[in-house]
């Protein structure tokens, strides 16, 4: 019988440890444990700086639906860090994610998991995929394709048309699987190359897609590139597209102030502009987080005293007479603060 140095490392530890029955399942059979965690099965190369990760979810997976992503928690030196990511797979086949090394947890994930190792996972989420037309349009940038690969997969459009930009052809994600859905007549593709043929500009989409009135759009890639497409299609009277962000729009700085953490006595001084997520890793809290940008709500946490300032658009969240729960990626000072962490 082949035992893993890992395993018996954790029934070591486990040995001079007080354990309930569940913790020797978590061990043992980690799958199958209390947490909901996965197994990297499989690892290859999408572009020189993406990778697919395929993933063999716990007994407590529920699926996925097309469009949908998922949260895995990585453990970096130590500390656990948790990220969202688009599901790339059909629903009846493995969840897959997509990862280009921008970032801390993604060029971990992009350079250092191997298949074999274990992830923390939680179900999967969001709803841009829920409204499904027989006819669409996906604008998409970068990493951006990542959901619609899901729903591509999927087959959930029957006639659909790709608007994909990518710096160059080999920077294309999927760019191959892409180019024999197009061959095969599934979907209609068109590649914009903005090294050589520079960014798209939403005027042009009229031209390239002489039908885009009577379909319905997904839009999925920098905010500039959504803000854009947006502001003209409103400005168009066109159908107003459905997206979805990887970052959050930021309002301008506001007064920032000290951040005081009363479970650790720990106090931040700082901006405007930084978030107390930020606030709190800079002095050494470990504060609980997901997505990192106000999606996923693993951040949430009370605001005991004072004001914070939300960074996407501003409003002002006040601690009066009781705790209130905020968001702390995506929540920054708003003069002197308390946060129960």
């Given at each position: 019988m082949n035992v893993s140095f890992d395993l018996v490392r954790s029934l070591a530890s486990a040995a001079v440890t007080p354990l309930v029955p569940a913790d020797y399942v978590d061990l043992i059979s980690p799958l199958h444990g209390r947490s909901l965690r996965a197994r990297v099965v499989a690892k290859r190369r999408e572009t020189p700086r993406a990778v697919t990760l395929e993933l063999q979810p716990g007994s407590g997976w529920k699926g996925h639906v097309p469009g949908q992503y998922l949260r895995l928690g990585v453990d970096i030196d130590g500390v656990r860090h948790w990220r969202a990511y688009s599901l790339t797979s059909a629903p009846w086949h493995a969840p897959t994610i997509t990862v280009t090394d921008q970032g801390l947890v993604s060029s971990h994930l992009v350079h250092e998991v191997e298949p074999g190792q274990i992830l923390q996972l939680d179900q999967a989420a969001g709803q841009f995929g829920a409204r499904v037309a027989d006819r669409a349009l996906f604008i998409t940038a970068g990493s951006g394709i990542t959901p619609v690969m899901g729903m591509l997969r999927s087959g959930v459009v029957h006639d659909?048309?790709?608007?994909?930009?990518?710096?160059?052809?080999?920077?294309?994600?999927?760019?191959?699987?892409?180019?024999?859905?197009?061959?095969?007549?599934?979907?209609?593709?068109?590649?914009?190359?903005?090294?050589?043929?520079?960014?798209?500009?939403?005027?042009?989409?009229?031209?390239?897609?002489?039908?885009?009135?009577?379909?319905?759009?997904?839009?999925?890639?920098?905010?500039?590139?959504?803000?854009?497409?947006?502001?003209?299609?409103?400005?168009?009277?066109?159908?107003?597209?459905?997206?979805?962000?990887?970052?959050?729009?930021?309002?301008?700085?506001?007064?920032?102030?000290?951040?005081?953490?009363?479970?650790?006595?720990?106090?931040?001084?700082?901006?405007?502009?930084?978030?107390?997520?930020?606030?709190?890793?800079?002095?050494?809290?470990?504060?609980?987080?997901?997505?990192?940008?106000?999606?996923?709500?693993?951040?949430?946490?009370?605001?005991?005293?004072?004001?914070?300032?939300?960074?996407?658009?501003?409003?002002?969240?006040?601690?009066?007479?009781?705790?209130?729960?905020?968001?702390?990626?995506?929540?920054a000072a708003a003069g002197p603060c308390t946060l129960d962490v």
């Amino acid at each position: 019988m082949n035992v893993s140095f890992d395993l018996v490392r954790s029934l070591a530890s486990a040995a001079v440890t007080p354990l309930v029955p569940a913790d020797y399942v978590d061990l043992i059979s980690p799958l199958h444990g209390r947490s909901l965690r996965a197994r990297v099965v499989a690892k290859r190369r999408e572009t020189p700086r993406a990778v697919t990760l395929e993933l063999q979810p716990g007994s407590g997976w529920k699926g996925h639906v097309p469009g949908q992503y998922l949260r895995l928690g990585v453990d970096i030196d130590g500390v656990r860090h948790w990220r969202a990511y688009s599901l790339t797979s059909a629903p009846w086949h493995a969840p897959t994610i997509t990862v280009t090394d921008q970032g801390l947890v993604s060029s971990h994930l992009v350079h250092e998991v191997e298949p074999g190792q274990i992830l923390q996972l939680d179900q999967a989420a969001g709803q841009f995929g829920a409204r499904v037309a027989d006819r669409a349009l996906f604008i998409t940038a970068g990493s951006g394709i990542t959901p619609v690969m899901g729903m591509l997969r999927s087959g959930v459009v029957h006639d659909a048309v790709v608007v994909h930009s990518a710096r160059l052809a080999d920077d294309v994600i999927f760019g191959t699987e892409l180019r024999q859905m197009a061959a095969a007549g599934r979907v209609t593709l068109i590649e914009r190359h903005t090294r050589r043929e520079g960014r798209l500009q939403p005027a042009e989409i009229a031209a390239l897609v002489p039908d885009v009135a009577h379909r319905q759009t997904w839009v999925c890639g920098p905010n500039e590139l959504i803000d854009a497409v947006v502001e003209f299609f409103a400005a168009q009277g066109l159908p107003q597209p459905e997206y979805e962000r990887f970052r959050p729009v930021l309002a301008p700085a506001g007064t920032g102030g000290e951040v005081s953490f009363s479970r650790t006595a720990a106090v931040a001084d700082v901006d405007g502009a930084t978030s107390l997520l930020e606030a709190g890793e800079s002095v050494g809290v470990l504060m609980p987080h997901g997505c990192r940008m106000g999606i996923c709500y693993g951040c949430v946490t009370p605001l005991t005293q004072g004001s914070v300032r939300d960074l996407r658009d501003g409003a002002v969240t006040t601690a009066d007479d009781e705790p209130v729960l905020i968001q702390t990626c995506i929540n920054a000072a708003a003069g002197p603060c308390t946060l129960d962490v």
